[in-house]
């Protein structure tokens, strides 16, 4: 009966609403101390990383988040030395996963091996279990990969001959895409892109950064060997844990919850957008600039935070018209008139 799977009821038998869990404000100062630890990490994997301090910035803030994140970039830009310097600051397990065409699912998720001993299947780990994982041009990977790793990246567990297996407290993916080759590739749906919180644009460095990487390299750096990176764990993965707390407990305002509303909505009223951003996509922008906010030592989101926020979580959740990309229109383009076009709060 319909009755039985409605909820519970109160004494007079009526059906009883829940009311929803609301967190404790975050203190300032326990904002500031966070904001200040998490600046350190930044420092430190800028220190290694030359000349990508936007893109640091928009890593640490999709751990911060808890999310996942979509790296896009031509090879050489430093997506690999990244991610290795950022779990290395961590005292995290890093893993890496190579793409290739002919990679099966069992070979990302792990496999059920029959146990000689005491006849009975147990089930070995594949590299997805990981608490950093690179995804190494991961729209190489065929439908059914990317698929298992679909359900890793919104469950954080994987299902094997219909077991589940939960995948580490900190599993973040990071994955990356080379956005000038398209031989041999398999283009994410929608559905998987709509899973990245962000999707961080990683462009050559500055002269000037270029080449003090030189200059690194002079002196005995070496990306392919970690131990020259001069790096130590200064996060725990407890404290980290932590910290993800404490983002849920930034506050923000109703006056700029609902300028995120007006953002998004905005993008499925733009004439050169074909598709607009979903609600998900509201949600990403929320929580990102929450982690904004700390990653600056606040306990409140400014506007200023969803803006700088609103271009990495909407490029990638939008399409132009063919008309716009004819006429050379770019998602990051329409995002940006988007921001301009929508008052923000005072």
Same mark, same amino acid.
């Given at each position: 009966m319909i009755g039985d799977r409605a909820g519970p009821t109160d004494a007079a038998g009526g059906l009883s609403v829940s009311t929803p869990t609301r967190l404790a404000p975050l203190d300032p100062e326990a904002a500031q101390a966070a904001g200040a630890l998490a600046r350190s990490v930044l420092d430190a994997v800028g220190g290694v990383v030359l000349g990508q301090?936007?893109?640091?910035?928009?890593?640490l803030v999709t751990?911060?988040?808890?999310?996942?994140?979509?790296?896009?970039?031509?090879?050489?830009?430093?997506?690999?030395?990244?991610?290795?310097?950022?779990?290395?600051?961590?005292?995290?397990?890093?893993?890496?996963?190579?793409?290739?065409?002919?990679?099966?699912?069992?070979?990302?998720?792990?496999?059920?091996?029959?146990?000689?001993? &005491?006849?009975?299947?147990? $089930?070995?780990?594949? +590299? %997805?279990? #990981?608490?950093l994982l690179l995804a190494d041009e991961i729209n190489r990977a065929p439908a059914k990969t990317q698929a298992a790793l679909?359900?890793?990246?919104?469950?954080?567990?994987?299902?094997?001959?219909?077991?589940?297996?939960?995948?580490?407290?900190l599993f973040t993916v990071f994955a990356s895409q080379n956005p000038v080759e398209y031989e041999g590739t398999y283009p994410l749906p929608e559905a998987q892109l709509d899973r990245f919180l962000l999707k961080i644009r990683v462009d050559y460095p500055a002269q000037a950064a270029e080449l003090a990487m030189l200059?690194?390299?002079?002196?005995?750096?070496?990306? &392919?060997?970690?131990?020259? $990176?001069?790096?130590? +764990? %200064?996060? #725990?993965?407890?404290?980290?844990?932590?910290?993800?707390?404490?983002?849920?407990?930034?506050?923000?305002?109703?006056?700029?919850?609902?300028?995120?509303?007006?953002?998004?909505?905005?993008?499925?009223?733009?004439?050169?957008l074909s598709l607009g951003a979903s609600p998900r996509a509201t949600v990403a922008v929320f929580r990102a600039a929450q982690a904004c906010a700390l990653l600056e030592g606040r306990d409140f989101v400014i506007p200023e935070d969803v803006k700088r926020m609103a271009v990495p979580a909407l490029r990638h959740r939008v399409l132009l018209t063919a008309e716009a990309e004819v006429e050379g229109g770019s998602a990051d383009a329409e995002i940006a008139g988007v921001v301009a076009a929508v008052p923000a709060p005072r």
């Open positions: 301090e936007a893109v640091l910035e928009q890593m751990l911060l988040a808890g999310g996942h994140a979509l790296l896009e970039g031509v090879p050489g830009t430093a997506k690999t030395l990244a991610i290795s310097a950022l779990s290395r600051s961590l005292d995290t397990h890093f893993g890496r996963i190579q793409f290739t065409p002919d990679l099966m699912p069992t070979d990302v998720t792990g496999v059920n091996v029959l146990d000689e001993l &005491s006849r009975r299947f147990e $089930f070995r780990r594949g +590299p %997805l279990f #990981a608490e679909l359900e890793a990246m919104q469950e954080r567990q994987v299902t094997v001959d219909g077991a589940s297996h939960a995948l580490p407290a200059d690194r390299y002079a002196g005995g750096f070496d990306a &392919s060997v970690p131990a020259t $990176f001069g790096l130590q +764990p %200064l996060l #725990a993965r407890e404290r980290l844990l932590e910290l993800r707390a404490l983002v849920t407990r930034v506050r923000v305002e109703p006056e700029v919850r609902a300028y995120v509303v007006a953002l998004v909505r905005e993008t499925r009223a733009r004439p050169a």
